[in-house]
Nanobody, 122 residues
Framework: QVYFEESGGGLVKSGESLRLSCRVY????????MAWFRQAPRMQRELVAE???????DYADSAKGRFTISRDNSRHSMSLHMESLEPEDSAVYYC????????????????WGQGIQVTVSS
C-alpha cells in the first residue's frame, strides 16, 4: 500500500557530492517525518538525517556540516544532498517515512524503501 521511489546513488570519488531522492506514494493520507538511514557491510543500520513534517532537520554527527536534508510535502518526497563525501560514507542508504493510510488518518506506521547503494572511492 506504500511504495517508494529512490534514486541518486552511485559511485563517486572522495570529496565529491551526491544527491539522493526519495518519493513515497500509494494509499497515503499523511506523510509525517522522513529520514535517511544507512547500513555499511557488517554494521548496524544508523540514522543519517531526519526531517519533520514541518521541515525541521536533525543530523547525525557524521552528517553535520556536509549533508542537507529537505522535503517537498506536495510530492511526498525528500532529498539528501551530500557533500565532501568520504569512503566511510559508503553504504546502502534507506529512506524511511512515517505514514498514515487513507481511511486511517491518525494511525501512523514506519515504512522503508528498498535502499540505494552509495560508494565513495578514495
Amino acid at each position: 500500500q506504500v511504495y517508494f521511489e529512490e534514486s541518486g546513488g552511485g559511485l563517486v570519488k572522495s570529496g565529491e557530492s551526491l544527491r539522493l531522492s526519495c518519493r513515497v506514494y500509494g494509499r497515503i493520507d499523511t506523510v509525517g517525518s522522513m529520514a535517511w538511514f544507512r547500513q555499511a557491510p557488517r554494521m548496524q543500520r544508523e540514522l543519517v538525517a531526519e526531517i519533520s513534517l514541518g521541515g525541521d532537520p536533525d543530523y547525525a554527527d557524521s552528517a553535520k556540516g556536509r549533508f542537507t536534508i529537505s522535503r517537498d510535502n506536495s510530492r511526498h518526497s525528500m532529498s539528501l544532498h551530500m557533500e565532501s563525501l568520504e569512503p566511510e560514507d559508503s553504504a546502502v542508504y534507506y529512506c524511511r517515512a512515517r505514514v498514515s493510510l487513507l481511511g486511517s488518518r491518525y494511525t501512523f506506521s514506519y515504512y522503508w524503501g528498498q535502499g540505494i547503494q552509495v560508494t565513495v572511492s578514495s
